[in-house]
């Protein structure tokens, strides 16, 4: 045997030339879920001003129905989230994303043919529910079929789609009725369910189901025939079997319920940012503070917070592993109590009561029919960009930090055990606040103004960078087991650089 000695492999895979095509499509055809999301929970920024123009006084909402219409989809998100925490281990994360589509497709039905106001909120809860399933299982999907050279910038892909998705919104709700954003919401449901029908299934959700041969030709595609996918395949099944499952009494050490806390408080934090309520209520917001002429519309103002949005997020996908990540969370803290700061005075100072956006008759209402006629009669002055800029400044600052950071971390300090049981805590506590600052946010602006919820958004955000000072470490640059390590020991709650 001449050229081969004991350190020749006898098997040979390929030359590890990894052809990402297929993955690339796999994943498009997964987040497709996160656009439909992303377009569902802000559905009802350009839609409550048109049915409050509307004709039909059967659709015509008080301040409590336009509660429950912002804040239910987060209620069904909820319901959502815990739904796929079975369907992730039970059916898989391919068949858990279609699944979603099933409560989407019904919930823009209802909400495109709506009569009365309850088909409305129905048509909202059911959307929440598919985009609880598609928030929490697609990010797993995406990274279980990645492979490390692309996993960092494919995980960044959902967010980054429900981003987009969101920005369509409010890009189509500038000239579609409000009945046919619903119909516009049906066409990347039904793309994403045809494109998944032809993808593989995770594999490490094979391998667990003990379908090692479907496990192997799912990588082999998703590699490509010239790749090791024999040798990741072997990667994944030890990592399968030596998973160890969270037993109650492992939550008193500190290696388990510290980082459980850090985790827990930042997904309670981030909501408290106020992010939710105000993407929900963008054009609104916008219409609330048009007291005298404004340079832009409101609905034009909340497209241009959407593209910010994106722009934001980009940017901070290209930052997360330069920066690092405490650094990142004060200056998104900082610029957060910033423009909330900007936005509590600029509402405060004027003449603006904040009462009732729908109801026809209100002072609210007699008060947008005012600057609509100061809009198209009056020289705009510059002053009334405050509230388009510090809205941007807020989801800029939101996107670079506090936005992606808080999923990051999760992944990073959370031990493996304990992984599936946190992320369930985790998703119900982030819905939960989200819903009930939702269900709030218009009847605070209705009873005290607008001022109100952007007063206590910037606390919010000095609790955040106090929070971050005290109890979170800084992983950048420290392997997982550094991580893990530093829970272990009883040493003070920062780590130091060395």
Known sequence: MVGHNEATPLL??????????????AVFSAVLGNFVFGFAMVYPSPVIPQLRNGQDTRLRMDVHQVSWFGSIFTLGAAVGGLSAMLLNDKIGRKLSIMMSAVPSTAGFLLMGAAQNIWMLLLGRFLTGIAGGITASSIPVYVSEISHPGV??????????????????????GLKLPWRWLAVVG???V??????????PNSPRYLIICGKRDEACRALKWLRGEESEYMGELMKIERGVTSQVGLQWSDLKSPFFYKPI?????????????GVTPILVYLE?????VSRSAVLLEPKYDAALVGAVRLFSVIIAASLMDKAGRKAL??????LMFLASLAMTIYTHMTICDGRNVTAEGSPTHSLLTEAAGAVKGSIPDPITLVPLISTMVIIFGYAMGWGPITWLLMSEVLPLGARGVASGLCVVVSW????????????????LGLFAPFLFFCVVCVVNIIFTAVCVPETKGRTLEEIENYFRTGRSFTIIES
């Open 12 to 25: 040979v895979n390929g030359s590890n030339q990894i052809r990402n095509g297929w993955l690339f499509l």
């Open 151 to 172: 996993r960092g910038g494919l995980g960044s892909c959902p967010q980054i789609t429900a981003v987009f998705g969101s920005l369509a919104l409010y890009a189509f």
């Open 186 to 188: 049906e066409v990347p």
């Open 190 to 199: 039904l793309v994403m369910v045809i494109l998944l029908s032809f993808m």
């Open 261 to 273: 806390l850090i985790s827990v408080f930042m997904r309670f934090l981030q909501q408290m940012t």
């Open 284 to 288: 609104p917001i916008f219409h609330n």
């Open 329 to 334: 969370l004060y200056t998104s803290g900082f």
């Open 432 to 447: 939960v606040t989200a819903f009930a600052l939702t269900q709030l946010f218009m009847h605070v602006v209705d009873a």
